[in-house]
């Protein structure tokens, strides 16, 4: 219980304050109409006071992202972002039960290397869906739904015309059913409907893997937005029979977002603001996961070619993906590895979308990854690539000074 307070004191003293001061005005609303009134009028206008003040500290007060709105009305196919009383109740009483991950953070040079098989193979994959807490920004707590603990979930590396079997668990603490839409999957759901799993269970399916291409897999279980802004993404290669062209470095980051009550850099717990994510509107916009989760992480030196293989969780915004001081050689648009264009400044990642970027490292420095709708920088979305290596004042001479430019 102690522990729990720790990660949510502030909203208990918004919710307190709140109760006190209406109290307290109350009373002080009594205490000054008794004498020029009778009983029967100082009851009714301490009550009608009671109930405006209730009128605005239920929506306002108390921490409605638990399950509130109460009142909130949806129209898609299933049940809108909303969290059951059960689950609100759930959370608190097995909150200790939550792994607490020091970084949720997914390496991004955390994926496997290239395949080195010429023929088609029958390839296992397994992963875990699981609900940790972590930091999002220095003090700040979220509620993560992850595959496997991190964000995103591991980089998984098949061939164009295997045979794929995927198992998904659901750990035991997990307080919500899970399940996995694979884009790479041609099937019902993309494999979601085959694989809904309760806390402590296990699903298998096998498909075929048809198409090359870089792919998004998300959880899809009901309310799907809600699955996948609390984390649930990662990305899959179907590498194609001719390959991919032989790189020095090879990287992967997703870009995610995350709605939350508050403010942007408020302590604590964070509370889903699921009005929030239906009107598009952000608190945390972020690589790989959190605030700074790239940070000190990719290095490469001069000369040596890299490619970055870039996903978009989502929900609703659409990235401008954007590597500040380099042009990219090559970008597969839209992840399609069949016809990249050449000498790109700037690609467009749709929600649910993946993109390939290859380059060639000519000048040491530190290279800023961005959303280059740049006022997302500031809510978290931005990563550094460190080159080093000697100079070459052929492509660039100029005094490096630190804090200008970017």
């Known amino acids: 219980m102690f522990q729990l307070l720790s990660y949510t004191w502030s909203y208990f003293v918004q919710v307190a304050?709140?109760?006190?001061?209406?109290?307290?005005?109350?009373?002080?609303?009594?205490?000054?109409?008794?004498?020029?009134h009778s009983l029967w009028m100082r009851v009714a206008l301490v009550a009608g006071f009671i109930g405006v003040s209730m009128f605005f500290y239920v929506p306002n007060g108390l921490p409605n992202g638990f399950s509130f709105p109460l009142s909130m009305r949806t129209y898609g196919p299933a049940e809108g972002p909303v969290l059951p009383a059960k689950n609100v109740i759930d959370f608190f009483t097995h909150f200790n039960a939550f792994e607490r991950v020091a970084d949720i953070a997914g390496n991004p040079n955390d994926l496997p290397?290239?395949?080195?098989?010429?023929?088609?193979?029958?390839?296992?994959?397994?992963?875990?869906?699981?609900?940790?807490?972590?930091?999002?920004?220095?003090?700040?707590?979220?509620?993560?739904?992850?595959?496997?603990?991190k964000i995103p979930g591991p980089f998984f590396r098949v061939r164009e015309g295997d045979t794929v079997t995927l198992t998904l668990h659901n750990d035991k603490t997990s307080l919500h059913h899970?399940?996995?839409?694979?884009?790479?999957?041609?099937?019902?759901?993309?494999?979601?409907?085959?694989?809904?799993?309760?806390?402590?269970?296990?699903?298998?399916?096998?498909?075929?893997?048809?198409?090359?291409?870089?792919?998004?897999?998300?959880?899809?279980?009901?309310?799907?937005?809600?699955h996948m802004t609390h984390g649930m993404y990662g990305l899959i290669l179907v590498e194609p029979k001719e390959s991919l062209t032989k790189v020095d470095k090879e990287f992967y980051v997703m870009q995610g977002e995350f709605y939350s009550r508050g403010g942007m850099g408020r302590?604590?717990?964070?509370?889903?603001?699921?009005?929030?994510?239906?009107?598009?509107n952000p608190t945390y916009i972020v690589f790989n996961g959190k605030t700074g989760g790239l940070a000190d992480h990719m290095q490469m030196n001069t000369g040596e070619t890299a490619r970055i293989y870039f996903g978009?969780?989502?929900?609703?915004?659409?990235?401008?993906?954007?590597?500040?001081?380099?042009?990219?050689?090559?970008?597969?648009?839209?992840?399609?590895?069949?016809?990249?264009?050449?000498?790109?400044?700037?690609?467009?990642?749709?929600?649910?979308?993946?993109?390939?970027?290859?380059?060639?490292?000519?000048?040491?420095?530190?290279?800023?990854?961005?959303?280059?709708?740049?006022?997302?920088?500031?809510?978290?979305?931005?990563?550094?690539?460190?080159?080093?290596?000697?100079?070459?004042?052929?492509?660039?001479?100029g005094i490096v000074v630190p804090g200008h430019g970017h």
């Open 17 to 36: 304050g709140l109760a006190i001061a209406f109290i307290f005005a109350a009373v002080f609303m009594y205490l000054a109409l008794r004498k020029s």
């Open 113 to 149: 290397a290239p395949l080195d098989r010429t023929e088609p193979a029958h390839v296992y994959l397994e992963l875990t869906a699981k609900e940790v807490i972590a930091e999002i920004a220095p003090g700040v707590y979220e509620n993560y739904w992850t595959f496997d603990g």
């Open 178 to 226: 899970h399940n996995i839409d694979l884009h790479a999957v041609t099937g019902p759901g993309g494999g979601a409907a085959s694989t809904m799993v309760a806390p402590g269970e296990t699903a298998s399916f096998t498909f075929k893997a048809m198409n090359a291409g870089l792919f998004v897999y998300h959880c899809a279980t009901s309310n799907v937005a809600n």
């Open 267 to 280: 302590k604590g717990l964070q509370l889903f603001d699921a009005q929030a994510m239906l009107d598009g």
């Open 312 to 397: 978009n969780g989502g929900v609703n915004l659409v990235s401008s993906f954007h590597l500040i001081g380099e042009i990219f050689d090559r970008v597969y648009p839209e992840a399609s590895l069949s016809s990249p264009h050449a000498n790109v400044q700037t690609t467009l990642v749709p929600a649910g979308g993946a993109t390939v970027v290859e380059f060639k490292a000519e000048v040491p420095g530190n290279y800023i990854l961005v959303d280059h709708a740049l006022s997302r920088l500031d809510r978290g979305a931005w990563g550094v690539l460190k080159v080093s290596g000697p100079d070459n004042k052929e492509v660039f001479d």
